[in-house]
């Protein structure tokens, strides 16, 4: 278990900066606040579904600056005012199935 999540993390230098008591704050923010828009599984509502399957067509990058820059135009927020780029790279490779 505990080999698998570093051997995940390898890909995603970035996500692994991340504390693990901080990391529990970003699965709920997850659940929370983009759980708001995306569902709470993320089944989608008014944001698209954030399913794994989901974002298999985005790459890791393009999931990290939709995170951090949202979609001019659209209701998906930016979230670098509350999120390091670390951050978003560890919620990006939590959606994508990284992390497990
Ligand atoms: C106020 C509503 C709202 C909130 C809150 C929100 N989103 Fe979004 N999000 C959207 C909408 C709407 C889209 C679709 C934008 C479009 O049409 O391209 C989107 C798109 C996305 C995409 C791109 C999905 C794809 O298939 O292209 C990702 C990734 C994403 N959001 C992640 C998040 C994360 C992570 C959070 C929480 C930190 C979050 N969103 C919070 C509304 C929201």
Not at 70 to 94: C, D, H, N, V
């Amino acid at each position: 278990m505990t080999g698998a999540v570093v051997l995940a993390l390898a890909a995603w230098p970035a996500a692994a900066e991340v504390a693990p008591a901080r990391q529990a704050k970003l699965k709920d923010m997850v659940a929370q606040d983009c759980g708001s828009c995306h569902g709470m599984t993320r089944q989608g509502g008014l944001g698209s579904p954030l399913r794994q399957e989901d974002l298999a067509k985005l790459s890791a990058e393009a999931v990290i600056e939709t995170i951090l820059e949202g979609r001019p135009g659209t209701p998906m927020p930016p979230w670098k005012a509350m999120l390091s780029r670390e951050e978003a790279a560890w919620i990006a490779a939590y959606l994508m199935g990284e992390l497990k």
